[in-house]
């Protein structure tokens, strides 16, 4: 696959991505691409369930697979869907996901015509709960509640 030389590259990964969408219960299109700090892309669709709390989202898609490959380390990450006027915006659960692999990485949300908003995982989950957190000093429990 093509090198990423700019995010309208990772965008046209998210579209190409998005084809893969197997949603035939919303009918609601969603693809990513994850640009590792390496310059490998992962890709990822959202892939729904006849149970349908089971499905997953694109973003966590394309993201397991890049753990799953060894990939923790991210640039940026691009999310396209089909809705001509508005910038496809992360789930919560997505925001959490992307954050637990730093704050500080891009995120492209875009539109289908390829015009793409930039922010990053940290402007889209102020004042989040992370890995960091769990080394935090905490009280000594006297004794366990009921
Ligand atoms: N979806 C994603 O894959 N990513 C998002 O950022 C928003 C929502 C999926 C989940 C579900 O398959 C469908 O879109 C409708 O919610």
Known sequence: MAEIKTPEDLVARSQEAKKSAYCIYSNFRVGAALLSTDGTVFTGCNVENACYNL??????????KAVSEGHRD?????????????????CGGCRQF????????????????GSFMKTTVE?????????????????VQAEHSQ
């Open 74 to 90: 991210f640039n940026a990450i691009a999310i396209a869907s089909d809705m001509e006027d508005e910038y496809i915006s992360p």
């Open 55 to 64: 499905g997953i989202c694109a973003e966590r898609t394309a993201i397991a």
């Open 98 to 113: 992307m954050r637990e692999f730093g704050l500080k990485w891009e995120v492209y949300l875009s539109k289908p015509d």
């Open 123 to 139: 402007e889209l989950l102020p004042n989040s709960f992370g890995p960091e957190d769990l080394k935090e000093k905490r009280i």
